[in-house]
């Protein structure tokens, strides 16, 4: 039922598992610490991680190297030294940066591999991946495993998908993923996207999801069924909107399928209390913020915006979410949000006369 | 793609919807709140329910009817004012009550049927449809929709399912449930089962799902797809283990593909808030001891007496759950837990010499 893609292997962390593991929650998860994660913390969880036997733990900003930043949020620690602190325990499991093209400079890769990064996850929004082709090119120079990371991607048609992944693929990259950073995705959407992708490409296929629909689990393991066999998940949800697939959870569940992920279910159930008594400061639930983020379509970073302008117009801040997911409306603008406000006020004002 | 079960309702509350919710919070919830739903509580939820349009509505103590008790927990206020105090302010839905034989008696089902309870579901161990004979026809007998509900339903095959809930039919059932109880069924394992229920009987399907594996909105899904049209879920997940498909995110995800349950989306919205800010004492994550009882497929109340016997024994918790769950233990049978610690500690011992 599953192909099992055993040796076909980079890097030497793959060793025969059926899928590779990703674990983000030092990274998507710095979101939920306001970027505040210390050493002690990334030593301690990437240590456990690795211990555990999981392959690859990602460590950057939660928008990704150089994201601390007014803008973004301040990072209590700088990315290159959490990478250099995580690479001195992380043992077998190679160490991952994520980089926005924009947000971090090809300087920031660089630096990143000198301490020691063997993965470079470079990140666009899923219709301009023409901007990553330095960046994966450069990641390949500096010797590592060269990702592209296509966000987003429930906005683009699945033939969008495809093309925008090959281009990914003729910059050199090792592996696409699909990311549904938004957790928009429905479980047959997922298989005929990867479906398409695997027929495709000749490259790996990932899977990056979030929970909001609370399909994240499912949708990965479409994803597997799929062909996709670089999965990432993140221990106890840590991670944007409701948070990821929950890499414990992923790892039972694949167990019960007969799907190897060589990851210590004990060490991460361990791990897991650990986490969720001491990192957490708030669970990763479903909220009726986060659901309506998910069914709309929308990125976790306009909620504020919608909300602040639904109280200044006095619209429904959930409308103007779903006018913003029906419009497509992409990265932090601002301006689009006011405006849709604005029109649903004037449309209110005007039925109501 | 799926079935519409459009005027096959029955008691008015079906009109034309293609899955018909019941909100199980005031019941499979009541193990979260230890069993102290107030009065006012009840009134609550159950009236801004039905002004969201949820067609069923379940009130009663975690274990049904009759289940206040020192085994299973005392109820704050007891069975029957709460479901008097929901009948009140029901307006258009109908009040729901659970019985397993054994806790609850006939007798009870006629308080709450002369109080306004409308529908009776009456729980058995899936492997003991028989005991339920007289409580099924004495809920039809009283004028109630009476629904046959196969709890740890994963315990039996599919043949064995089917044969159990076929016996149900026979005692006059309107419908049947697959109760996943310790939220250990995997996708595949609905498909089966739904379609084989779906083939041989002539009455409706219902599953109710637990979050234990973080599957709970797509294994509902996946009944969906195979037939059923009666459909559990609990807002912001309120249940036992790792709580139950959430109600407000099965009404998006369904709202997303199509398919009618004539719930606003909105409304539930607005409740899910309340409820996580007034009701709930902890949230419902997926912590380490629900995955390992999804994972093992065994009761969440066995989790208690495996910290005791494995802290007596020096052995894992969560090797005495497995091994619980390998040799399909039921009920709340402590001498077995013991005795499977026990081995395990002598097994150790020998090893270790």
Same mark, same amino acid.
């Given at each position: 039922?599953?192909? /099992? $893609? ?19 929650? %030092? ?10 994660? +210390? ?97 994966? $090119?450069?990641? !390949? ?24 992944? %090959? ?14 950073s938004a957790g928009a ?16 490409? /000749? ?25 996709? /066999? ?23 569940? %694949?167990?019960? %399928?007969?799907?190897? +992920? ?22 990763? $639930? ?7 983020m998910g069914?709309?379509g929308v990125y ?22 779903? $006018? ?23 449309? !209110? ?5």
């Amino acid at each position: 039922m599953y192909e /099992n $893609e055993n040796g076909s292997g980079k890097g030497g962390v793959r060793l025969e598992r059926d899928v590779v593991v990703t674990e983000v929650a %030092l990274r998507d998860g710095s979101h939920v610490v306001a970027h505040q994660f +210390t050493i002690e913390q990334v030593k301690n969880l990437t240590g456990k991680l690795s211990a555990a036997g999981v392959p690859y733990i990602e460590v950057s900003h939660g928008d990704g190297l150089g994201g601390s930043s007014l803008q973004y949020g301040f990072s209590k620690v700088n990315d290159i030294e959490l990478v250099e602190a995580a690479v001195e325990v992380a043992g077998e499991s190679a160490i991952s940066v994520l980089l926005i093209p924009g947000i971090g400079t090809i300087d920031q890769l660089r630096e990143a591999a000198d301490v020691g990064a063997k993965m470079a996850r470079v990140a666009t929004h899923v219709t301009e991946a023409d901007v990553s082709k330095q960046h994966l $090119e450069a990641a !390949k120079h500096l010797g590592m495993e060269a990702i592209g990371f296509l966000m987003m991607s429930h906005m683009a048609s699945p033939e969008k998908l495809v093309e925008q992944a %090959l281009l990914m693929e003729s910059y050199g990259a090792d592996a696409v993923y699909v990311v549904d950073s938004a957790g928009a995705f429905l479980p047959q959407e997922v298989k005929t996207r990867i479906n398409l992708l695997k027929t495709n490409l /000749n490259i790996d296929i990932g899977f990056h999801a979030h929970n909001n629909l609370s399909l994240a689990v499912a949708n990965s393991l479409v994803a597997i069924e799929e062909g996709a /066999n670089r999965i990432d998940g993140s221990i106890r949800c840590l991670g944007a909107g409701a948070g990821n697939a929950q890499t414990e959870v992923l790892v039972a569940v %694949l167990d019960r %399928l007969g799907i190897r +992920t060589d990851i210590d279910l004990y060490k991460m159930l361990d791990l897991s209390e650990e986490v969720g008594n001491t990192i957490m400061q708030k669970p990763q $639930e479903i909220t009726d913020s986060s659901l309506i983020m998910g069914y709309s379509g929308v990125y976790s970073s306009f909620l504020l915006h919608a909300n602040k302008a639904a109280k200044k117009y006095g619209v429904d801040a959930r409308d103007i979410l779903m $006018e913003l997911g029906r419009q497509k409306v992409v990265g932090g603008q601002e301006d689009t949000i006011i405006e849709v406000a604005k029109q649903m006020a004037l449309q !209110k004002e005007g039925t109501l006369r």
